[in-house]
């Protein structure tokens, strides 16, 4: 199966990466059972997303991160052949942000250089501030990113998951002021905002042309009581 955008097959790749925070603070109150039960219930919304497009391959890929970013699934895989293996928080980690920016931006650098392709998606999700003991910043490597051709293009959204949540950076990764910044302070939110982000994503990605409008749908209702916000 070819990796590469912008190629002759029937179904253009659409690359769907989420980029999500296994720091120590992902421990408290439930939230890494949280975000492993909100992945595990995403799928299925997204393997429907992908047979209801008969113009997208939908390849996901995942890129876990704390002291440092850490590829779960490295190679661009088919969403109907993804089987999810839970994610465990790294204790006392860290939330190394700029350095999975980095990294994020070199796999995208593999992809082919083709106009026609559809853009990827990228949701990223996070409970803290980024840190910079790896010596690579949040800024530097937001801007590494922005200046990587798929990256600019993309289609970027952000979860913050707890009151400690910095939603500047994440509405600095977005980039768009319109595109919606959610905050899941339950992990009933968790769910269903990383279900409403992917789906919004795919349908965006997958149009036409690169970068062809942005983020109409409308996220839902805040639901449940906020417990990580009282807990922390």
Do not use: C
């Amino acid at each position: 199966m070819s990796d590469r955008l912008g190629g002759a097959l029937a179904r253009k790749p659409l690359h769907f990466i989420f980029v999500l925070d296994v720091s120590g603070s992902m421990m408290r109150g439930g939230r890494i059972q949280a975000l492993n039960n909100a992945i595990s219930e995403v799928l299925p919304h997204l393997k429907d997303e992908a047979r209801a497009n008969p113009h997208a391959e939908m390849l996901i890929r995942v890129l876990a991160f704390a002291n440092e970013p850490r590829w779960v699934i490295e190679e661009p895989t088919p969403v109907d052949q993804i089987h999810w293996e839970r994610l465990e928080a790294v204790p006392r980690g860290f939330t190394e942000l700029g350095s999975a920016l980095v990294t994020l931006t070199d796999a995208l650098a593999t992809l082919d250089e083709g106009t026609s392709a559809y853009p990827p998606a990228i949701i990223l999700v996070s409970d803290g501030r980024p840190t910079q003991s790896s010596g690579t910043t949040f800024a530097e490597g937001l801007q590494a990113l922005l200046n990587n051709r798929w990256g600019a293009t993309a289609v970027r959204l952000a979860l913050g998951v707890g009151r400690d949540a910095d939603m500047h950076s994440l509405r600095r990764f977005i980039g768009d002021e319109d595109v919606p910044l959610l905050r899941a302070d339950n992990p009933e939110q968790l769910v269903e905002y990383i279900v409403w982000a992917s789906k919004a994503a795919s349908k965006v990605a997958s149009r036409p042309v690169v970068g062809g409008g942005g983020l109409t749908a409308v996220p839902p209702s805040p639901i449940g009581d906020p417990i990580w916000s009282t807990l922390g």
